[in-house]
């Protein structure tokens, strides 16, 4: 008796443990299906230099968050050549880098009410700004750099990566808490957190 006890109980508890793992499965994927879909890039057009455009669209804590820009290749020239230390770059190609967003941001000490902003940022080798400016005029070119137009600055973090970015990659990545907005070119990732609302 006391086996038929110890036997039913064993096999019920592996029943038990079979559907806690097929609903975390089960979890697992519906989490990843969330993220999947949390993210959309569409392509917009080839720049007359023959860097890609592209849109990307995030939804983060609610924000809906929208990233266009160029992406030159790198093409085996010197990144400090490319991104200048020290000077403001358009960080992208042809037009001017532009986040849009539907609720308000807050970069450093820099706030970001809803609407669309220019993104420049300033190279160094130990750390980076991320320059935030309003929109002139839809289509604004992203050089010469406008200063007039600059609403604030904050840091960015950079890291050396081992594998280099062949086209300027932007991207957002969701954080404890808020978001964080990461630059991939060559061998630098710069990064600057951010939260929303």
Same mark, same amino acid.
């Given at each position: 008796?006391?086996?038929?006890?110890?036997? /039913? /109980?064993?096999?019920?508890?592996?029943?038990?443990?079979?559907?806690?793992?097929?609903?975390?499965?089960?979890?697992?994927?519906?989490?990843?299906?969330?993220?999947?879909?949390?993210?959309?890039?569409?392509?917009?057009?080839?720049?007359?230099?023959?860097?890609?455009?592209? !849109?990307?669209?995030?939804?983060?804590?609610?924000? /809906?968050?929208?990233?266009?820009?160029?992406?030159?290749?790198?093409?085996? !020239?010197?990144?400090?050549?490319?991104?200048?230390?020290?000077?403001?770059?358009?960080?992208?190609?042809?037009?001017?880098?532009?986040?849009?967003?539907?609720?308000?941001?807050? #970069?450093?000490?820099?706030?970001?009410?809803?609407?669309?902003?220019?993104? +420049?940022?300033?190279? +160094?080798?130990?750390?980076?700004?991320?320059? #935030?400016? !309003?929109?002139?005029?839809?289509?604004?070119?992203?050089?010469?750099?406008?200063?007039?137009?600059?609403?604030?600055?904050?840091?960015? +973090?950079?890291?050396?990566?081992?594998?280099?970015?062949?086209?300027?990659?932007?991207?957002?990545?969701?954080?404890?808490?808020?978001?964080?907005?990461?630059?991939?070119?060559?061998?630098?990732?710069?990064?600057?957190?951010?939260?929303?609302?």
């Amino acid at each position: 008796m006391f086996y038929t006890q110890w036997s /039913n /109980n064993f096999f019920l508890r592996r029943i038990c443990v079979r559907r806690l793992l097929s609903s975390m499965a089960v979890g697992v994927l519906v989490a990843s299906s969330v993220l999947v879909q949390a993210q959309k890039t569409t392509d917009l057009k080839t720049g007359s230099g023959g860097s890609p455009h592209v !849109r990307t669209v995030w939804v983060i804590d609610g924000a /809906n968050l929208t990233v266009e820009y160029g992406r030159p290749f790198l093409k085996g !020239r010197p990144e400090a050549q490319m991104m200048p230390p020290g000077r403001e770059w358009r960080t992208g190609a042809d037009e001017a880098t532009i986040i849009t967003t539907d609720k308000p941001l807050k #970069f450093g000490a820099v706030s970001l009410a809803p609407g669309t902003y220019t993104i +420049n940022t300033v190279p +160094n080798d130990k750390e980076w700004q991320i320059v #935030f400016g !309003r929109l002139g005029k839809p289509g604004q070119w992203g050089i010469p750099y406008q200063k007039d137009l600059e609403i604030g600055r904050a840091p960015m +973090n950079i890291v050396k990566i081992a594998k280099p970015v062949e086209n300027v990659t932007i991207s957002i990545d969701d954080a404890t808490k808020g978001a964080v907005l990461r630059i991939e070119w060559g061998t630098t990732s710069a990064t600057a957190p951010f939260t929303i609302g």
